[in-house]
């Protein structure tokens, strides 16, 4: 009789079933967590009608004074009030985090603690962009409060405890795994939430995710629901994201990020290809803003930026996050890859709220060359430009390059959304002037075994975008 065979299970699949009560770790936190309500005036944009009598009536003048005071046609103003979560981060000097959202153009902001207290509470400051507000308020004895946790160690399936006020209920406990991390949610430039099914709702905004240490990993902000209550999925603001938000509100009562002073777009399949990358990776600097740090030609249009002060840049929207985090005035390395080649440049970092003002500022170009006859080539028509060719389409003087006269609404180019009055700057990264610049440079490209071809277009006043095109 043959013996059964042994089953070997994994030590990693050897799963813990979770804490057999999470009562003694919520019993020490529940005093940290507040409920937060807000007041709000908000003109209705009603008005009451001015009574008045009948035309020619003798008692006009006794409904002027008696009803005049009473119906001058003041707008009707109504009090808004909202609910929302936050947790104590310094109790000795009254200081508590919760969500921008939940306070956003508040009048009144009153925190309620777990004891049945009430106190008054001042915005130091709020962040939009992170969705994250510091509150303080003046306790007459300290106040239990928590501390922040490193959410970088947490590992997808981790235990995690949720406390907040969900529908104004008030300290409710609510206990899930980490479902997954880095989610983009599109609600602002920095999304890099954790996302939970521990029960979060409409009114947890602002609490605490904490860790099975009792320490804050995540700042509970939102949740995705046809129905308004929670289907098991919600997500956290990550405190290595929200760390340094908050304590530059509580130094400066804003934030102060750092800035580089580029336009970026994704680098696809097709743009890795055209520029002999082995993978997509990276963000693509497709302009440099004017008057920006790197103003000075330490980067340039067409350069993939792959490493940011020793950080990996695998995705465009790793850039912008990891530049915020940086310092004002950090001189630090940037690896790009220019012309097949990596280089390391050293930039120092603007200030990303003062250099938000020139975001739509233009690159400088050149004088231009004078027209020259119209070549084909990829279903576009060519020419050089000229006085005349920019009056017809608009393009700035500042513009320098090649004109698109014609696209063919079958070619690749016109699938790509080239029009007419874009202007070709560049095509692998190398200078074009003339229509034979470009016929050169794509016959050198399908030399070199290439099937796309990557084009920095100008748009009619200088703004840039990089485009691959078919050349097969």
């Known amino acids: 009789m043959l013996a059964s065979p042994t089953v070997v299970v994994p030590s990693y699949a050897q799963t813990n079933p979770g804490p057999a009560s999470v009562a003694d770790l919520a019993e020490g936190l529940l005093d940290a967590v507040v409920n937060i309500s807000t007041s709000q005036n908000v003109d209705s944009g009603l008005s009451r009608p001015r009574?008045?009598?009948?035309?020619?009536?003798?008692?006009?003048?006794?409904?002027?004074?008696y009803f005049g005071d009473r119906q001058q046609g003041v707008p009707r103003n109504r009090k808004v009030s909202s609910l929302g979560s936050g947790f104590v981060i310094d109790g000795e000097n009254g200081i508590i985090v919760t969500n921008n959202h939940v306070i956003e153009g508040a009048d009144e902001i009153e925190v309620n603690f777990a004891d049945g207290s009430k106190l008054a509470a001042e915005l130091v400051g709020a962040d939009s962009k992170t969705d994250l507000a510091v509150?303080?308020?003046?306790?007459?004895?300290?106040l239990t409060e928590v501390p922040l946790g490193d959410s970088s160690t947490m590992r997808i399936g981790d235990w995690v405890?949720?406390?907040?006020?969900?529908?104004?209920?008030?300290?409710?406990?609510?206990?899930?795994?980490?479902?997954?991390?880095?989610r983009d949610i599109n609600s602002g430039p920095y999304d890099n939430f954790i996302q939970t099914d521990a029960a979060i709702n409409r009114g947890n905004s602002g609490g605490p995710l904490f860790n099975m240490n009792g320490e804050v990993i995540g700042i509970n902000t939102a949740i995705i629901s046809p129905s308004g209550g929670s289907i098991g999925i919600g997500f956290a603001v990550p405190t290595e994201l929200a760390l340094n938000v908050i304590n530059q509100l509580r130094e400066f009562g804003e934030t102060r990020r750092g800035w580089l002073g580029v336009r970026i777009q994704p680098v696809t399949e097709d743009i890795a290809e055209s520029l002999g990358m082995d993978e997509a990776r990276g963000a693509l600097v497709a302009g440099i803003i004017r008057g920006?740090?790197?103003?000075?030609?330490?980067?340039?249009?067409?350069?993939?930026?792959?490493r940011f002060d020793g950080k990996d840049i695998d995705a465009m929207r790793d850039l912008p996050r990891v530049v915020a985090e940086s310092p004002v005035g950090n001189a630090v390395d940037v690896v790009v890859i220019r012309k097949g080649e990596e280089q390391t440049v050293?930039?120092?970092?603007?200030?990303?709220e003062d250099g938000e003002q020139l975001a739509s500022a233009e690159v400088e170009g050149d004088d231009l060359p004078d027209a020259a006859a119209p070549?084909?080539?990829?279903?576009?028509?060519?020419?050089?430009?000229?006085?005349?060719?920019?009056?017809?389409?608009?393009?700035?003087?500042?513009?320098?390059?090649?004109?698109i006269t014609e696209v063919d609404p079958n070619s690749a180019a016109a699938e790509k959304r080239i029009e007419p009055g874009?202007?070709?700057?560049?095509i692998a990264q190398e200078e074009v002037t003339t229509p034979e610049d470009v016929i050169e440079r794509i016959a050198a490209l399908k030399q070199d075994g290439r099937r796309n071809a990557l084009l920095m277009l100008a748009g009619r006043t200088g703004e840039l975008r990089f485009v691959t095109v078919r050349m097969d």
């Open 161 to 182: 405890m949720a406390i907040g006020n969900p529908f104004g209920l008030g300290g409710t406990v609510t206990v899930g795994i980490i479902s997954a991390r880095g």
């Open 375 to 403: 070549v084909v080539t990829l279903g576009m028509t060519l020419a050089e430009l000229s006085d005349d060719i920019r009056q017809e389409y608009g393009i700035a003087e500042d513009v320098e390059g090649v004109v």
């Open 292 to 306: 920006g740090p790197v103003d000075d030609g330490s980067i340039e249009a067409g350069d993939v930026i792959i």
């Open 51 to 65: 009574l008045q009598a009948p035309d020619g009536s003798p008692f006009q003048d006794f409904f002027d004074e």
């Open 135 to 142: 509150l303080k308020v003046k306790p007459v004895t300290p």
């Open 422 to 426: 874009d202007v070709i700057a560049e």
């Open 346 to 352: 050293k930039v120092t970092l603007g200030r990303l």
